[in-house]
């Protein structure tokens, strides 16, 4: 008889236990307005300056707010590189996350790992169609691949050259004549150039290939550093040598830049201090040289050799496929929301990246700012004369190829043309499962 009370004691323990346990694992589980909001986890990199976290963060607690039924968790994922590695880590590990900006250059990467959803799938209606069709075209070179749209632009660029204007004034050059040929910029340069200032700095670590695009774009021929496909590239291509020449005689021959190389995060900082009066970098560090220079600052697009020409850079919007499809749907309303135009024309305020869709040139927001700052339309109408940024199959790989190529040219570690014969030979290796 105790044995029985003991029983049905427990029994009714375990039972409550039960309802405990599944009460609030339901609460963990479910997703929507019944159990709670569709939680998503939203991954996204920094690769210029300012404190562009929070102005994301904000964007996403707004968001969430205006959305009750869906809480997004944006995550800061360091670098464009370091986000990539940590998206792939969590593929492998089949936890990945609802959506991430990534490199629109990672494309291929992320089709050969059947990791994303193609964005036509969310495509119903004649609103969505003008919604997609308002992206710049410039920027959907590196969205869409195989008749299909794989990711939604959000902070991108094209490189444009920043000048001193006070500098300029100083050296008797017209500070409102930029150079806009590559023998104007050498001759700029040369006057700009003395005892603690350099005339130019182009950084060459972390994106020296996108560096290099600018002057093989620059060339006649139209050529690029690679195919449509992803599956090609021209490392060794007349333009390429021609460009990486130009390069090298900055520093070498004309003695306006410094030798070696020279890195990434250092050449804004550089050009705010006054050690140098020119410098190539992305548009996407416009903000943030506006809010920290103090000296007149001037923008133009690129010097050209032929013709002017530039690559596109920066991040995409991504929906991964390993989740499920009511969260999809979630991920691609809060896309859509982010790249309303009023909201792209204030985050390319913010930032100084190329606001992605026309419409968003027309808010009252960006007429008034432009206005105020003209420079900022320097980077949206170089898309004229823009081409897909560097992307391959393997991109990490191929890119780093190049990376490393540019690097023994200006380091005289190798001659131009060795080189970039080494550089092609070890890509198209890398390249060779992808050949059809």
Same mark, same amino acid.
């Given at each position: ?65 205006? !959305? ?162 992803? !599956? ?52 996407? !560090? ?134 970039? !014969? ?15």
């Amino acid at each position: 008889m105790k044995k029985n009370k003991v029983l049905v004691m427990l029994t009714s323990v375990v039972v409550m236990l039960a309802v405990l346990i599944g009460g609030c694992g339901g609460n963990k589980q479910a997703a929507g307005p019944q159990g709670g909001p569709t939680e998503l986890t939203f991954y996204y990199p920094i690769s210029v300056g300012g404190p562009l976290t929070k102005v994301i963060d904000q964007m996403a607690a707004d968001f969430s707010k205006e !959305n009750p039924d869906i809480k997004v968790t944006p995550v800061y994922t360091g670098s464009y590189a370091e986000t990539r590695t940590k998206i792939q880590t969590a593929l492998r590990g089949n936890k990945p996350p609802e959506m991430a900006i990534m490199f629109s250059t990672d494309l291929f990467s992320l089709l050969d790992m059947d990791a994303i959803v193609d964005i036509d799938s969310f495509i119903k209606t004649d609103s969505d169609k003008a919604y997609l069709a308002d992206f710049y075209p410039g920027f959907m070179t590196n969205s869409q691949t195989g008749g299909k749209t794989w990711g939604i632009p959000f902070q991108r660029s094209t490189i444009i050259l920043y000048y001193n204007k006070d500098a300029f004034k100083e050296a008797g050059l017209d500070p409102e004549k930029p150079p806009a040929t590559w023998d104007e910029m050498v001759g700029a340069a040369k006057a700009l150039t003395k005892e603690g200032r350099w005339g130019l700095e182009i950084p060459s670590t972390g994106y020296a290939y996108w560096m290099l695009q600018t002057f093989v774009l620059q060339q006649n021929g139209n050529t690029n550093l690679m195919n449509s496909a992803g !599956n090609e590239v021209y490392f060794n291509s007349p333009a390429a040598v021609q460009g990486l020449k130009y390069w090298l005689d900055l520093s070498q021959k004309h003695k306006v830049m410094p030798a070696n190389t020279i890195e990434w995060a250092t050449v804004p900082t550089d050009f705010l201090e006054g050690k140098t009066a020119m410098m190539y970098h992305t548009t996407g !560090n416009l903000t943030n040289v506006k809010k920290n220079a103090k000296f007149n600052l001037g923008t133009a697009m690129l010097p050209a050799k032929d013709h002017r020409g530039t690559p596109t850079g920066g991040g995409n919007f991504y929906i991964f496929k390993n989740t499920s499809p009511e969260k999809q749907q979630a991920a691609w309303k809060f896309i859509k929301w982010m790249t309303e135009p009023e909201r792209v024309a204030q985050w390319s305020i913010e930032t100084g990246y190329v606001a992605t869709r026309k419409q968003a040139y027309e808010t009252e927001t960006m007429k008034k700012y432009v206005k105020e700052f003209p420079d900022a339309l320097v980077a949206r109408d170089q898309l004229e004369f823009a081409a897909a940024e560097l992307s391959t199959h393997e991109n990490g790989r191929v890119t780093k190829i190049m990376e490393d190529c540019v690097q023994t040219i200006l380091t005289a570690r190798k001659t131009i043309d060795q080189a970039v !014969n080494d550089a092609q030979k070890e890509a198209e290796e890398v390249l060779k499962p992808f050949k059809k």
